[in-house]
C-alpha cells in the first residue's frame, strides 16, 4: 500500500472517529445496552459496572470495525475492486477480530467457572 493511500485511509477514519454525532451515537449505544443488559448482563452485572461494559464494547467494537474496514477497503479498491464488494469483503476480517475482541472482554469480565 503506497504511503499517499494509507494517509488517505488515515484521514478519513480520523474524520470518523472524531465526528461528534459518531461519539454521540456510541454513547448512546452502550448507554442504551446498559440500561437494558442484553444477553444476561442485566442478571449477572449491577448498574454502574454494566453500563461501563457495554460503554467499553461498543466502543471498542466500534473503533476496531472502523480501523480494520478502512484499511482492508483502502488496500482493496487500490487493486481495483468495487468500493462494495470491497466494503463487504473488509466486513469479514472485520467481524472476525471483534469477535475475538468480545470473546476476549467477555472472559475478562466473567471468567469461567
Known sequence: ???????SAKRELHAILASRPTLVAILAAGTVAGLAGPFGTVDILPLLPRLAYWLAVCALTYVTGAVLVNLVLARLTAR?????AAALAAAVPAG?????????????VFPPP
Do not use: E, F, T, Y
Open 96 to 108: 472476525l477480530v471483534i469477535a475475538a475482541l468480545v470473546s476476549l472482554v467477555n472472559l475478562a
Open 1 to 7: 500500500m503506497n504511503k499517499r493511500l494509507l494517509q
Open 80 to 84: 481495483g475492486w468495487p468500493r462494495l
